[in-house]
């Protein structure tokens, strides 16, 4: 269709790496919404009659002079699933004008983009809460995982729905390497010597390591981070199919020193593939397979396979999740390395330490 024909692709612009960029079209005058799909666009077309929505038929689309996230909402309530991935949009102003296809996006992805409006300011008020992780030998701090939380309107804007509106707006790359920087910023000075900083990162945004991550070096060398004490933590390694990516990604971390982890060991079948192949330094497992642990536990056998095929390939095993004192007596007569969890410390805006209710544990520290 004519209305959809590729426009001329814009200039080369600066690394999206380096910060955010609202993308265009976040005052909306109009929307053209098209699907490949006949009958879904009939559906569409039917539901806006029946609800006496203004719009306007064009050829294999239809146009929505005014559009809202609550409007958006209401558009996509009756498809399916697998109907609504069929529903694309664009803003368009008006009939006879050229949209701009480099934003051609789901209409469920706008409808969170205009949910997600408190994204920009919330992500300039980037603040790092830390959670410590016990070494089980000593009963001592061996680091901290620093998490991003944002301010905004007087509330606390936690990981989840930051990263949801990151990816709504098409920001997933830009603000992974914002966290990653921020953390090391005010993260890491707030470590006592020898302790380790968790610092996530989502391997999905790294398109070339040794482009996308010099950011994240400069930021550790401008406030002296010793790369040994830097451990960059793999979220979402399930979802990446790409193994030879992810092992240049972890390779280039370590080649400046740091230590690298994957999460959720456990949570899929492919994560033992993961570990014999990525052979990490650190491997944390799934919190689900920690949850309400007890003695007579079927998981036991699965914890402690888990923990052993980890040690003889070199790994060393975080237990996440560890919410009771019980569980952490499990996981440390299991061979777990380490461990984290709201018994050992919740997270909070500076290095508190372990929590006194966990120090019974370990009786001689």
């Known amino acids: 269709m004519s209305t959809f024909r590729p426009s001329t692709p814009r200039a080369a612009v600066a690394c999206e790496c380096l910060n955010l960029h609202p993308a265009p079209g976040g005052d909306l005058s109009g929307m053209l919404i098209h699907s490949p799909s006949v009958h879904v666009r009939r ?4 539901h806006l009659a029946a609800s006496a929505i203004p719009h306007e038929p064009l050829p294999n689309s239809i146009w ?62 980037l603040q ?46 830009a603000f992974d390497a914002l966290a990653r920087r921020g953390a090391i910023r005010q993260a890491y000075p707030l470590l006592q010597p020898g302790e380790v900083l968790f610092i996530n ?21 401008e406030v002296g981070a010793d790369f040994s004490h830097l451990l960059f933590e793999v979220t979402e390694s399930e979802a990446f199919p790409d193994l ?31 570990l014999a192949q990525l052979r ?21 056998a699965l914890i402690l396979a888990l923990i052993r095929y980890a040690h003889d390939l070199g790994i060393r095993v975080v237990a996440e999740g560890v919410e009771t004192a019980r569980e952490l007596n499990l996981v440390r007569e299991l061979g777990a390395d380490y461990a984290q969890g709201y018994f050992l410390g919740r997270p909070a805006p500076t290095a508190q330490g372990l929590h006194p209710d966990c120090r019974s544990i370990w009786p001689s520290t």
């Open 43 to 46: 559906r569409l077309a039917l």
């Open 128 to 173: 790092f809460h830390l959670q410590p992780i016990a070494d089980l030998r000593s009963g001592q701090v061996y680091g901290y995982e620093a998490l991003v939380r944002a301010h905004h309107n007087g509330a606390l804007v936690g990981a989840g729905p930051l990263l949801d509106a990151a990816a709504a707006h098409g920001q997933g790359r």
């Open 201 to 221: 990162f989502a391997p999905g945004v790294v398109y070339n390591p040794d482009v996308c991550l010099q950011t994240t070096f400069q930021t550790c060398r």
């Open 280 to 300: 990490p330094d650190v491997v944390k497992l799934d919190r689900m397979l920690i949850r309400d642990l007890h003695g007579g536990d079927p998981r036991l």
């Open 64 to 125: 929505l002079p005014q559009v809202t996230a609550s409007l958006l909402h209401a558009l996509l309530e009756p498809f399916s699933s697998v109907e609504r991935a069929e529903l694309h949009a664009v803003p368009y102003a008006a009939p006879g004008a050229q949209p701009d296809v480099w934003q051609l996006a789901p209409l469920e992805r706008w409808a969170q983009r205009l949910d997600a409006d408190w994204f920009f300011p919330a992500s300039e008020q």
């Open 244 to 274: 030879h990516l992810l092992g240049r990604i972890l390779d280039r971390y370590r080649a400046e020193g740091a230590q690298v982890a994957l999460d959720d060991l456990g949570a899929g079948h492919t994560s033992l593939t993961f």
